[in-house]
């Protein structure tokens, strides 16, 4: 029987702080696990922290050498080739539960999308874009769970898309000072706040398009069929 793979003391060490620093509500759930999946989560978790703070801790016109880097360490991540600890004790994490290296690239891409200035149509848009930021982080939980059943990837994707839309409601005025505007640019007109993606002032109208719009919609058709589509790509426990 195949002996399975520990994770150094040190990075467990660094990615509990980790947990225990940026989020007290994950931290308090880890809790739940027992302790090698609680270990791992929280070397996921503090992977997406440092990619998530690489981005937005720095200035502006540095935020595009960010992602590069990122997308850089991932390469190394999967190569097998890492000294920093978070990223080493990823690596093993990934081996180990067969994280697809799709999942981490999807999330540096959603953080690019913010460095570009992305603005969202529609609430399609507005879905890939969380799913790339949120879901993505459901579905590599979903490996280091040891979940075996494929059914359980889309759930997981839309819990993650909740999870975001709630998020960009309650951040509406911070993300507006960030020059960030995630509501959709049809919510916006149908709310009677039009244009105000290219305005410097917050309007009443944008949180209010966002407390009625984002809170209340629905997975049309079309929005199932794509956020199911790209969490049952690929299989849970498949090795890339």
Known sequence: MTALLQVPLAPIAIARAEIERGSKSFAMASK????????Q???V????????????????EEQPAAVVRLTSELS???GGVVEDPVLAAFNQVAWERAIPRHYP???IAGMAMDVDGTRYRDFRELHHYCFRVASVVGLMMCHVFGIRDDAALVPAARLGIAMQLTNIC?????????GRLYVPDDLLALHGAGGLAGDRMLAHGVRL???RGLVGAELGPREH???GGEARRPRVGQHL
């Open 41 to 43: 989560t929280a070397v």
């Open 45 to 60: 978790y503090a992977f997406c922290r440092r990619a998530d703070d690489a981005v937005d801790e720095v200035a502006p």
């Open 76 to 78: 190394a991540i999967y």
């Open 105 to 107: 690239a999807e999330l």
């Open 225 to 227: 069929d794509a956020v």
């Open 170 to 178: 309650r951040d509406i005025a911070e993300d507006w000072t960030r």
């Open 32 to 39: 739940l696990l027992d302790q090698r999946t609680r270990d």
């Open 209 to 211: 398009a966002g407390e």
